[in-house]
């Protein structure tokens, strides 16, 4: 068994990943990794953690209540919800941008998870 050196791109979170073989072909892998870089195979356990939010909630408050940061306050973001609400969502413009990238699948909870789909 020969032990091969194998550099995984980290992607400067400082965590050391766990290593794990990969499902398809046996290759050991960083947990972290989003794919086998021999086979290709997508890595299941590495699939990115979601928020217990719903995208379709947030996109719908944002919608209807964006001028308020209601959906800020959905998904954890309390700060930015009460600046949303002093600037009238930004006069609109925030909110707006901030209804686009939750549709987009861009736009994060507290924790820097994307939504729930
Ligand atoms: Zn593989």
Redesign the pocket.
Known sequence: MSSSTVSVPNSGMGANPSMIF??????Q?ASTAP???????PNALAAAPVSEKSMVAAALLCFFLGTFGIHRFYTGKIGTGILMILTLGGLGIWSLIDLIMIIVGSYKDKQGLPLRR
């Open positions: 990969c499902g398809t072909c046996g290759h892998i794919s086998c870089p021999k086979c290709g195979a």
